[in-house]
């Protein structure tokens, strides 16, 4: 079956500063990847995804993810952080039936001023 | 366009009542889904449904039903309502699978039971 995983509860960062979240994942064949973020008391938002191409896929909000084959990760980046980028992200793989997402536990980014 | 509209945004049970939470998309999205949230477990897949007429069960299914009639609506049901289905509730859709699209989220139903 296939899982992600997300070692860290929460990251903290300063403005201005880089800012990466980490995902490992496990999945048979080519793996279809994917960030959300979760602001508070609101659903998931879509940030990005991998499914074939370049190993370094843009998304919304400045956000980038690197696709490493070989560490088996999909760790979420961006340049420089801002405060309002403090939210719960998650991310998560395609299951092999094509049919749902298996999300990771979340890991929480607090970007101080 | 509303998108994924879920109602109730809360709700306060009592032990072995039961409820339905009501999702309607408006993007005529084959795939429909609900998870519940919960801290510290992330979101796990409660039942899903390929097309109007079918549900599959996910993760976490026990204590919990579904119907999707229409294809616009899908139901989930909690026939005796237990503490441990406190949670946040999200129904997702998606046109055809999470393939290129990824999920539709609605903005959660807060559950609690009592």
């Given at each position: ?10 990251v903290n960062v300063a403005e201005g500063n880089p800012l990466t ?93 | ?62 204590g919990y039903n579904v119907s999707r009639l229409k294809k616009q ?42």
């Amino acid at each position: 079956a296939q899982s992600v995983a997300q070692p860290e509860d929460q990251v903290n960062v300063a403005e201005g500063n880089p800012l990466t979240v980490k995902c490992t994942y496990s999945v048979s064949g080519n793996p279809y990847l994917f960030w959300y973020v979760q602001y508070p008391n609101r659903g998931l938002q879509f940030l990005l995804k991998y499914i074939t191409g370049d190993n370094l896929v843009k998304g919304s909000y400045g956000f980038e993810a690197e696709f490493n084959k070989s560490q088996t990760s999909f760790h979420l980046k961006k340049p420089s952080a801002l405060v309002s980028d403090s939210a719960l992200y998650f991310c998560a793989v395609r299951d092999m039936g094509y049919s749902t997402l298996t999300f990771g536990k979340g890991t929480m980014l607090l970007v101080s001023p | 366009n509303a998108g994924v509209t879920q109602t109730p945004k809360f709700r306060v049970l009592k032990t072995g009542q039961s409820m339905t939470l009501l999702c309607a998309q408006d993007m005529n999205h084959e795939y429909m889904y609900w998870y519940r949230q919960d801290p510290g477990m992330g979101l796990r897949l409660i039942h899903y449904s390929v097309g109007e007429g079918t549900t599959a069960k996910g993760e976490v299914p026990d204590g919990y039903n579904v119907s999707r009639l229409k294809k616009q609506n899908f139901l989930l049901g909690l026939e005796s309502a237990a503490p441990s289905q406190t949670s946040v509730y999200f129904c997702a859709s998606s046109p055809t699978g999470p393939g290129g699209y990824g999920y539709t989220f609605g903005s959660g139903t807060r559950l609690t039971v009592v």
